[in-house]
């Protein structure tokens, strides 16, 4: 065995670890509910991977319509993506510079 192949196989890879709910539990519940992710993005008349994208990265559109058919809130399917009164935490909010930068003025450049 290579190194490379027995990095592989202990795990080095990112893994996602949170609360957020599996992609395969996901895609399950849609299709229990009768539908794909495809069907879905059709039937809202976007492209057929928008869907796929929201279970990915934040997504607030195709979290709500994935969410609605589930049966589910958003905030339950992906509690890291929202705050605890249901508001999305990344709409229109630029991400809190460090402390250490604060005094950096980038604006001046």
């Not at 895609?27 to 229990?32: G, T």
């Not at 796929?52 to 709500?64: D, I, N, S, W």
């Not at 509690?79 to 950096?104: C, F, M, Q, W």
Request: proline share 7%.
């Amino acid at each position: 065995m290579t190194k490379n192949a027995s990095r592989k196989k202990d795990g080095v890879a990112p893994v996602h670890v949170g609360p957020d709910w599996h992609i395969a539990d996901i895609k399950a519940a849609l299709d229990k509910a009768g539908w794909s992710l495809c069907q879905l993005s059709i039937y809202h008349g976007v492209h057929r991977n928008c869907m796929g994208v929201a279970l990915r990265r934040p997504y607030p559109k195709a979290e709500r319509i994935i969410a609605n058919v589930i049966g589910e809130r958003p905030q339950d399917i992906w509690p890291s993506r929202y705050n605890e009164d249901g508001t999305t935490n990344r709409v229109g909010k630029k991400p809190k510079r460090p402390a250490h930068l604060e005094h950096i003025n980038l604006s001046a450049r």
